[in-house]
Every structure is written in structure tokens, then in C-alpha cells.
């Protein structure tokens, strides 16, 4: 026959062998999920991920006092809450109750552990975000290199996207720095909203960075903002995915998300860091003051130049208008001399001239006057061969000859325009006759 226990007394019975097995307390490393707090009580879960994948959970109880007092501790250290998502360093005893199992009960944080582990994995990542991209990303004299960081800046910045929570204090703080500046610059703003805290918030950015790209507006920059907090709550802004984004962003990118004390991945891939959103805005504010300061630099150094220019230019005009005084009065006088010298020979040429001219005009008129009657003879005789020879060619003598004329239709016509079967009229001297083609020879 079975011999049987009841659930509690196994339970129990385990309850005893786990104390005498785990007596004190450990120090364990996990990742923090699930907190929520009832009451003066936290629970939350403890779980380790190892490439990806969970390996390990385990439930976990800060009690009212000694637990919760850590958290409070913790908290003031780090400035980070106790929440999901942080890895944590905890010494805790080792708990099994029969009704709520097996559960581990918090005694003591370790806050260095917590910073130091969000440095070390920005480190890794970063380490890998190299390695993987050593054609596009690298490091040289303690500064990260990316495509984003050597695009230029416009002279002038004007339109500017920004990505935050629309609800945010950075996104006032930044409007009113831009919309209020002492220069009374105008900066063409849109706001492409995206989540800036917690899990969803890397995804939430490169969202907004697609947005910007697909909408075909040229910005002159972008610029990622959010408040400031803990060191866990810029976790996103280490993501590798949104890393890679920026370094490879088209616009240049100007982040101000709040680090007090230190930078993330995000600021050193992005073109300008600045540490807050004041600041970034202030950024862009001295950037377009320089140039306007560069372009009234110009301007007083264009003036200068160009009364220095006047001036020279007015001496040379009026050491050049004397001189030409001066040469036009000398060439005029040479010329008034030439003039005369030449008006003085003019009437004797020019009767000499004339004088020529109407001897030659009288020899040709003696030789017109010599020919022109035997011109008029020759021409006489040539008349009145012509007027012979057309008499010759007269109908009227060809038909006195015996030759006949053929008429058709009331015209005159050659045998080649005859065919067999016309009807034609042969003219003779006196008499003519009606005569049919019937056959050609």
C-alpha cells in the first residue's frame, strides 16, 4: 500500500532542505522586469539573456524596510528608479514559501555595478559597431568619424526637423530659445514626434529618421532632443541600430538629449553635440550669428576697399583729365598748323587739277567730233543689210518663190506637228487648198 504525504508537507518539507542548503546571502547579477509595487512591497523578476535568449528567471520580493530601503538608496545614488530594463547588482537570501514559491528577497543594491554596466555596454557596443562597419565608422584621435559627423553645415541654417516628445520640456525649452533669440533670427521648424524614453524609443527615432528622409524636404538640419535623467534612461540613445542611423544619416544631426555628465553612442556618431536642448538651439542661434558677422566683416572691408579704390581711381581721373588738356590743346595747334599749310597749297593744285581736266575733256571731244560721221556710215550700212536679209525671210516671198505654208486649225504648223487623219489648208502665193493627212511617209 502508497505511502502518501500531503502537498504542504512536501512543500514544507522543501522549505527545510532549501534554507539548510542556501543559509545566508549572495550576490547575483541580472536584469530587472516585471516591477510593480503593492503596497509598502516591490516585486519584481530577475532575468539573465544570453544571445539573445532568456536562460534564467526567477521572482523577487523588496519587503517593506530593509528591501525598500535599498531601492530608495539605489535610487538616490544613481539617479536611476528601480525599474525594467536596468541590469543590477543585488545581494539576496534565497526564500520558498509553500503557497508563493521560490523567490529571492532583496537586501542590498550595488548602484556602481549599475553605472558601470550601461559604460561597459555602450563600450561593447560601440566596440562592435566598428567592427562591423570599418569601411563607413572609425576612431581617430579619441574622436568617432562617421559620414554624418564630416557633412558640411549651411552658412546659414534655416530649416530644421526635430525629433522629440511633442508633451516634452526640451521641446519648449528648445522652441522658446529659437523663437525668442536676441538676433530675431526665424528658423523654419517641424516636429517629428517619437517616443524618447523607454523600450520602444530607439525603434520610435529611426521611425522619425525614415519620416524625414521620405519627405523630400531639404532640411538644413535635424536635431534629436530630449530632458535630461538617469544614466539608464538614455539606454536608447546607445541602441545599435539608431547608432548606425545617424552616423549614416544625409543630414547633418545635432543632438541635445539631456547628458549631464558624459555622451552616448548617438551624440558621438551625430554631426554636433551639445548637452542640452537650450544649448542645441543656442548652437544654431551663434551659428547663423557668425555668419552675419562674417558677412558685415565683408561688408566694412568691401566699403573700405572700395573708397580706397575711389580715391585712387578720382587722383588718376584728375591727373588724366589734365594731361589730356594739356595733349588735346598741343594737337590741336599741330593740326591748325597742318591745316593751313594745307589750305595754302589747295587753290593752285586744284587749278592745276581743273585745268588738266579740260584740256583732256577738249582732245576727246576733237576725237568724238572726227569719228562720229564715219561711225554713223558704218552703222547705216549694217542697217540696211538687216532691213535685206528680214525682207528675204518674209512670207511673202518664200510663197512668190513656189514654197507653201500648211494651216491647221487657223495656225500656221510643221510637218512634225501633223498626224494621219488632220484636216489641214496648204497656202500658196495666190490660191490655198484643203488637203486630209492619210499617211505619213
Known amino acids: ?23 545566508g546571502s549572495y550576490w547575483i547579477k541580472a536584469e530587472l522586469a516585471g516591477v510593480r509595487r503593492v503596497g509598502s512591497h516591490v516585486y519584481f523578476e530577475l532575468i539573465q539573456i544570453s544571445s539573445g535568449q532568456k536562460v534564467a528567471q526567477i521572482k523577487g520580493t523588496a519587503f517593506y524596510g530593509e528591501g525598500t530601503q535599498a531601492i530608495h538608496a539605489f535610487e538616490q545614488t544613481t539617479g536611476q528608479r528601480f ?81 522629440t516628445s511633442k508633451t516634452s520640456d526640451a521641446y519648449a525649452d528648445l522652441m522658446h530659445c529659437l523663437e525668442t ?6 528658423f523654419h521648424t517641424e516636429l517629428y514626434e517619437a517616443l524618447v524614453h523607454g523600450y520602444n524609443a530607439a525603434a520610435s527615432i529611426m521611425e522619425a529618421l525614415g519620416k524625414i528622409k521620405a519627405s523630400g524636404i531639404r532640411y538644413d538640419v535635424v536635431i534629436l532632443t530630449r530632458g535630461g535623467g538617469a544614466p539608464a534612461d538614455f539606454l536608447p ?80 581721373f584728375m591727373m588724366l583729365q589734365s594731361r589730356l588738356g594739356s595733349a588735346t590743346k598741343e594737337a ?37 567730233s572726227f569719228r562720229l560721221p564715219f561711225y554713223f556710215a558704218a552703222t547705216q550700212k549694217n542697217l540696211l543689210h538687216l532691213k535685206e536679209h528680214i525682207q528675204s525671210l518674209s512670207p511673202d516671198r518664200l510663197l512668190r518663190r ?9 495656225s500656221y504648223v510643221v510637218g512634225s506637228e501633223l498626224n494621219e487623219g488632220d484636216n489641214v489648208e496648204i497656202v500658196l502665193h495666190k490660191e490655198s487648198y484643203e488637203a486630209a493627212i492619210t499617211r505619213k511617209l
Not at 106 to 117: H, K, R, Y
Not at 342 to 365: C, H, W
Not at 402 to 410: Q, T, V
Open 83 to 163: 525599474t525594467e530594463g536596468i541590469k543590477i547588482g543585488l545581494r539576496a537570501a534565497v526564500s520558498y514559501h509553500p503557497v508563493y514559491g521560490l523567490s529571492l528577497n532583496l537586501l542590498e543594491l550595488d548602484a556602481e555595478l549599475t553605472i558601470g554596466g550601461i559604460e561597459l555596454q555602450r563600450k561593447q557596443t560601440l566596440d562592435l559597431l566598428l567592427r562591423n562597419n570599418a569601411m563607413l565608422l572609425s576612431l581617430q584621435d579619441g574622436v568617432y568619424i562617421t559620414p554624418n559627423k564630416l557633412l558640411p553645415l549651411p552658412p546659414v541654417v534655416q530649416k530644421v526637423a526635430i525629433i
Open 181 to 186: 533669440n536676441d538676433h530675431g533670427y526665424r
Open 402 to 410: 513656189g514654197f507653201a505654208m500648211i494651216r491647221k486649225d487657223g
Open 237 to 316: 540613445f546607445d541602441d545599435y541600430d539608431l547608432a548606425l542611423n545617424i552616423a549614416l544619416f544625409p543630414t547633418p544631426i545635432l543632438t541635445g538629449i539631456g547628458h549631464q555628465m558624459n555622451q552616448g553612442i548617438a551624440d558621438f556618431f551625430a554631426r554636433v553635440h551639445m548637452k542640452t536642448p537650450t544649448m542645441a538651439a543656442q548652437f544654431l542661434i551663434d551659428h547663423n550669428h557668425l555668419f552675419e558677422k562674417r558677412l558685415s566683416m565683408m561688408s566694412g572691408a568691401i566699403n573700405q576697399t572700395a573708397t580706397s579704390l575711389m580715391a585712387y581711381k578720382n587722383s588718376r
Open 332 to 368: 590741336l595747334q599741330h593740326k591748325c598748323y597742318q591745316l593751313r599749310n594745307v589750305e595754302s597749297g589747295l587753290y593752285p593744285a586744284t587749278f592745276r587739277l581743273l585745268k588738266n581736266q579740260d584740256s583732256k575733256i577738249m582732245m576727246k571731244s576733237a576725237q568724238i
Open 1 to 23: 500500500m502508497n505511502t502518501y504525504l500531503t502537498l504542504q508537507q512536501l512543500l514544507l518539507n522543501i522549505q527545510g532542505q532549501l534554507r539548510q542548503a542556501f543559509p
